[in-house]
């Protein structure tokens, strides 16, 4: 039997489908550190850091989205990613990015008593703009715009 040459992939946000189609290979940032999975990958469950996804198409393309938490599952030739957020790169405002970024950086310091909740909360939204920014600059990178 012959083996297969794609996966059945599917990313899944609260509020969308982000993107469901067969590619090549996907890679993501798990807690345990970055993974790429291929077709016939062992099955898998992991938990998702913030950061950047990059999928290559059946095409050879590459598609770079970021990534703020969530899970992937891995079975038989199919990847199912359910995620807090994920955009794709060419949807992200780079600049509007970069101003949460530094707010949530600014509000950190301007603290002076917090509880670790809210710490936890403002670090989480510190790395979800940084995903954001790096999945921009991956895909200017690999599309070559400026």
Request: cysteine-free; proline content about 3%.
């Given at each position: 039997m012959p083996e297969q040459k794609t996966i059945k992939f599917e990313i899944v946000t609260p509020e969308r489908i982000v993107m469901k189609e067969q590619v090549v290979q996907v890679s993501v940032p798990t807690k345990q550190g970055e993974i790429t999975v291929l077709p016939s990958h062992i099955p898998l469950v992991a938990g998702l850091m913030s950061g950047v996804i990059e999928i290559v198409k059946e095409d050879g393309n590459s598609e770079i989205m970021s990534v703020s938490g969530g899970f992937i599952e891995v079975s038989k030739?199919?990847?199912?990613?359910?995620?807090?957020?994920?955009?794709?790169?060419?949807?992200?405002?780079?600049?509007?990015?970069?101003?949460?970024?530094?707010?949530?950086?600014?509000?950190?310091?301007?603290?002076?008593?917090?509880?670790?909740?809210?710490?936890?909360?403002?670090?989480?939204?510190?790395?979800?703009?940084?995903?954001?920014?790096?999945?921009?600059?991956?895909?200017?990178?690999?599309?070559?715009?400026?």
């Amino acid at each position: 039997m012959p083996e297969q040459k794609t996966i059945k992939f599917e990313i899944v946000t609260p509020e969308r489908i982000v993107m469901k189609e067969q590619v090549v290979q996907v890679s993501v940032p798990t807690k345990q550190g970055e993974i790429t999975v291929l077709p016939s990958h062992i099955p898998l469950v992991a938990g998702l850091m913030s950061g950047v996804i990059e999928i290559v198409k059946e095409d050879g393309n590459s598609e770079i989205m970021s990534v703020s938490g969530g899970f992937i599952e891995v079975s038989k030739n199919k990847v199912v990613i359910l995620a807090d957020t994920a955009e794709r790169a060419e949807e992200i405002d780079m600049a509007k990015a970069e101003e949460a970024r530094e707010r949530a950086k600014k509000t950190i310091k301007e603290l002076r008593h917090f509880d670790r909740e809210r710490f936890a909360n403002i670090n989480a939204l510190i790395a979800k703009e940084m995903a954001r920014s790096r999945a921009v600059k991956r895909w200017k990178k690999i599309k070559k715009v400026d």
